[in-house]
């Protein structure tokens, strides 16, 4: 079954960019929406959704005010939004920032999602937002080492995730949004690096969250609908 709006939907990383996008967009079409975010935005403040600030997703006491947040709120779509980019190429490996992407990009989200579980249940659905860039079928160009790993690593947790909540009925979107105008692709605070819009971006990931069933959990698709090589 698709989800019905009005619904309760939680999204990370909501301050800026693709996440602020879907709050914005979810908050205009009637859903409950709690705006998870480390720090606020004027933008966010201003739409009138319920911010829920310092929610670093990748520490425990971020994850701990999550829950505490959200106590006793039954969540029909958890949206694991916030991630991050570095740039590791084979002339300058840096540990440091590889591990900081997995830590943010895949174990967060699992994480996360694990401590949420009792928000859910049946009908109730996950997503991630991954990249293709974790796509190994994909990978054509190379470089970026910290980031496909992260999201390479985001994808298979989250199929796994799909297979054990399958019997719970909770659905679970893999999502790669486009190449989008965010900061993440644009360091000079002009978006004019990306294909697509954060607003157009949200759209298309909101109408598959919509449509996503149990028949396809687990499927990695881009936001344009097409479905993705692992
Ligand atoms: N833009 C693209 O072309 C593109 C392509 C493929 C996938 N994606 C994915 O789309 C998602 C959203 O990215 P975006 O383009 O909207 O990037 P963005 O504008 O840079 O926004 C990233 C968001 O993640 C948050 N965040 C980062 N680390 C966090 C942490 N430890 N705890 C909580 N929040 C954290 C940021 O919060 P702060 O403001 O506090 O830093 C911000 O809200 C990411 O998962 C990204 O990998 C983007």
Redesign the pocket.
């Given at each position: 079954m698709s989800t019905i709006t009005p619904s309760t939907i939680v999204i990370?990383?909501?301050?800026?960019?693709?996440?602020?996008a879907m709050a914005k967009l979810c908050q205009q079409r009637g859903d409950t929406v709690y705006a998870l975010?480390?720090?606020s935005s004027i933008a966010l403040d201003a739409l009138g959704v319920n911010v829920v600030e310092h929610?670093?997703?990748?520490t425990q006491v971020?994850v701990n005010k999550a829950v505490s947040a959200l106590k006793g709120v039954a969540i029909d779509l958890l949206i694991n939004?916030?991630?991050?980019?570095r740039d590791e190429q084979l002339s300058d490996l840096n540990q440091d920032t590889i591990l900081e992407q997995f830590n943010?990009?895949a174990l967060?989200p699992l994480c996360f999602s694990h401590a949420l579980l009792k928000n859910l249940s049946a009908g109730s659905k996950i997503a991630f937002?991954?990249?293709?860039?974790g796509s190994i079928t994909d990978n054509t160009s190379g470089g970026r080492y910290g980031y496909r790993m992260s999201?390479a690593a985001l994808n298979i947790a989250a199929v796994s995730l799909a297979r054990d909540l399958h019997d719970e009925s909770i659905a679970v979107g893999i999502y790669?949004?486009?190449?989008?105008q965010?900061?993440?692709?644009n360091n000079d605070g002009v978006l004019s690096n990306?294909d697509i819009s954060?607003d157009t971006a949200a759209e298309r990931l909101i109408t598959l969250m919509d449509q996503l069933t149990m028949a396809e959990t687990g499927v990695f698709k881009h936001s344009n609908g097409e479905t993705l090589p692992w």
């Open positions: 990370t990383g909501a301050n800026r960019g693709i996440g602020f975010c480390r720090q929610i670093d997703v990748a971020g939004n916030a991630g991050i980019l943010v990009n967060a937002i991954t990249s293709r860039m999201k790669h949004p486009g190449y989008v965010t900061e993440m692709v990306g954060a």
